[in-house]
């Protein structure tokens, strides 16, 4: 008598009505916590010309501001230097960067002004992952190339951006949101006040961001430093950015900010681990690296000999191990018990729904 009240038509469709939700809710939750789409960066500084005592190399001029004191497996490189090009975008794409920002210093003409070597240099640098079909990204980050004048224009830096380099190399030049991504280093020269900072975010061809450690920045870049001590990495307040870095040591260019200066410490492991914490709650979309070469503030994660004479892979092999754990991150699940309580309530809820639908239902 009680079987045949169990499983009555109503009651077996409610029960497969719930086993069909609980299969349903098992699904759907992991899809909208995937981690599978995280993309990696790496910032890159394309301000080096060919030997020791050149151009940023520890040259007369720039000494002991932009001093060097470790030495690049690939020597004192050009960032010009097919082979030197070649061989690092390899090295990216080995180890899962999905794209390079380079900084951009003007183009040393009128009506920019700054360094037209790095313009050259960004170029070449798109120039090559075209020819050569790496499965890398590249974007630009505006530096601050007017420090004295303060004087920018904007406009006249996004059309020349878009002419030289989102026209030339459009499937290589990094989109954000479907439109090309032009970052912007914060600097009281460039981005101080907020009718240059609405500047930049008035061209429509381009999706702008500021990049730095001000407030009113969109993305967080290089912490700890000197102006932030924190080294636990802070998630950015747009597109779901944070940024990490191996090590900060502006000791040798007369500098008091150290962090990890001799890989001791613990700090990249400490950053990735927040990033990937972090990723697993869903709320990372990219991560940035700083940096590729940035070797005055001695933050690169290229291969390197240290001041010290030791060979330094630790911070390239770190950093390939860290990709590929952050972009095969099990999706954030339930227990399984949250998946049977929810479908079992909501199979409760359809069965008094429909019981008192029955009961209101005029009979013919």
């Known amino acids: 008598m009680v079987l045949s009240m169990l499983w009555t038509p109503r009651m077996i469709s409610i029960i497969l009505l719930t086993v069909i939700l609980i299969s349903s809710i098992s699904i759907v939750i992991p899809i909208f916590n ?10 890159y500084y394309p301000w080096y010309k060919q030997g020791w005592g050149n151009y940023h190399w520890n040259s007369s001029t720039e000494y002991p501001k932009w001093n060097v ?3 690049p497996i690939l020597g004192y490189y050009s960032c010009q230097n097919a082979s030197v090009i070649r061989q690092q ?9 999905d794209f390079i920002i380079l900084s951009w210093w003007g183009n040393g003409s009128s009506p920019f002004g700054g360094s037209s070597y790095e313009d050259e240099s960004c170029k070449f640098i ?5 020819q050569f079909e790496y499965p890398i990204k590249a974007t630009l980050m505006v530096e601050s190339f007017n420090e004295t004048t303060r004087v920018y224009n904007f406009q006249a830096i996004y059309d020349y951006i878009y002419d030289a380099y989102v026209t030339l190399y459009d499937n290589v030049y990094m989109k954000l949101d479907n439109l090309p991504l032009l970052c912007f280093y914060n600097n009281d020269s460039m981005t101080g006040t907020k009718a240059q900072r609405e500047a930049m975010y008035s061209d429509s061809r381009f999706r702008a961001r500021i990049v730095g450690h001000k407030d009113y920045v969109d993305w967080w870049f290089a912490i700890p430093c000197s102006v932030n001590n924190s080294t636990i990495p802070p998630l950015s307040r747009r597109d779901g950015m944070i940024c990490v870095e191996p090590r900060y040591d502006n000791y040798y260019i007369n ?3 150290r962090f990890d200066p001799n890989y001791t410490e613990g700090l990249y492991d400490k950053q990735w681990n927040e990033a990937i914490r972090l990723a697993r709650e869903g709320k990372v ?5 700083y940096s590729w070469n940035e070797y005055h503030e001695r933050s690169q994660v290229e291969p390197h000999i240290s001041i010290d004479g030791r060979y330094i892979l630790s911070p390239f092999c770190k950093t390939k191990c860290y990709i590929n754990r952050i972009k095969s991150l099990e999706p954030l699940s339930l227990p399984p018990l949250i998946y049977i309580a929810v479908g079992i309530a909501l199979g409760v809820i359809l069965a ?3 019981s008192t639908y029955k009961r209101r239902k005029p009979e013919k």
């Open 34 to 43: 995937s981690t599978t789409n995280i993309k990696v960066g790496v910032y």
């Open 69 to 71: 004191v470790d030495t």
């Open 89 to 97: 975008l390899e090295w990216m794409e080995d180890i899962g960067i």
């Open 126 to 130: 798109f120039s090559m992952i075209k």
């Open 255 to 257: 500098g008091s900010s």
């Open 285 to 289: 979309n990219s991560v940035t690296i």
């Open 352 to 354: 008094w729904t429909y």
